[in-house]
Antibody
Framework: EAQLVESGGGLVQPGRSLRLSCVGSGFTFDDFGMHWVRQVPGKGLEWVAGIKWNSNITGYAESVKGRFTISRDNAKNSLYLQMNSLRLEDTALYYC??????????????WGQGALVTVSS | DIQMTQSPSSLSASVGDRVTIVCQASQEINTCLNWYQQRPGIAPKPLIYDVFNLKTGVPSRFSGSGSGTEFILTINSLQPEDVGTYYCQQCERFPLTFGGGTRVEIK
């Protein structure tokens, strides 16, 4: 069974940076597209960014474009989200989510437990 | 962007009731429509993909239907463990978008 474990969340001041990591296990990591989805506590789900299995396609929500960068290291079974110029509205629980295939879009068939990012002065 | 609208936003039903949740897309999304369940304090759990396909292990009381712009999640015989919030998600076009969620409670 696929498992995803996020890390790197925390409290950060507006304008600063933070890097989230997600380690996958129980599946062949480089066979699948990977994404980040966030959720403000008590609110709904928002897609943030995605990356194809071989990193040749990435995509971002307009709200984070130009500030966030998604990347992956298949040798380390790891997914990353570099978050720069953080804003108060980026405060959320960030989930790492695995696609059901190697492409760039589809169905999230596994989710991590989430990493909480709090942006506050 | 494709807007996903769920109704109702919340519902309360008795154990054994049949529950229906509707998800409407602002434009045609073919069959790229998925459903997730989120229990309180836990990450979303996949339920149904491509409109009507149950993920392995999901109880058969869950079913999905629909096409085009209107999709339905049905829970036949609601159980206490079904309490939570249900989200639809379209994967036809980027950005991927989710519905606002439907909170299901037991009466």
């Amino acid at each position: 069974e696929a498992q995803l474990v996020e890390s790197g969340g925390g409290l950060v001041q507006p304008g600063r940076s933070l890097r989230l990591s997600c380690v996958g296990s129980g599946f062949t990591f480089d066979d699948f597209g990977m994404h980040w989805v966030r959720q403000v506590p008590g609110k709904g789900l928002e897609w943030v960014a995605g990356i194809k299995w071989n990193s040749n396609i990435t995509g971002y929500a307009e709200s984070v474009k130009g500030r966030f960068t998604i990347s992956r290291d298949n040798a380390k079974n790891s997914l990353y989200l570099q978050m720069n110029s953080l804003r108060l509205e980026d405060t959320a629980l960030y989930y790492c989510a695995k696609l059901d295939g190697s492409g760039f879009s589809g169905y999230f068939d596994s989710w991590g437990q989430g990493a909480l990012v709090t942006v506050s002065s | 962007d494709i807007q996903m609208t769920q109704s109702p936003s919340s519902l309360s039903a008795s154990v054994g009731d049949r529950v229906t949740i509707v998800c409407q897309a602002s434009q045609e999304i073919n069959t790229c429509l998925n459903w997730y369940q989120q229990r309180p304090g836990i990450a979303p759990k996949p339920l149904i993909y491509d409109v009507f396909n149950l993920k392995t292990g999901v109880p058969s009381r869950f079913s999905g239907s629909g096409s085009g712009t209107e999709f339905i999640l049905t829970i036949n015989s609601l159980q206490p463990e079904d309490v939570g919030t249900y989200y639809c998600q379209q994967c036809e076009r980027f950005p991927l978008t989710f519905g606002g969620g439907t909170r299901v409670e037991i009466k």
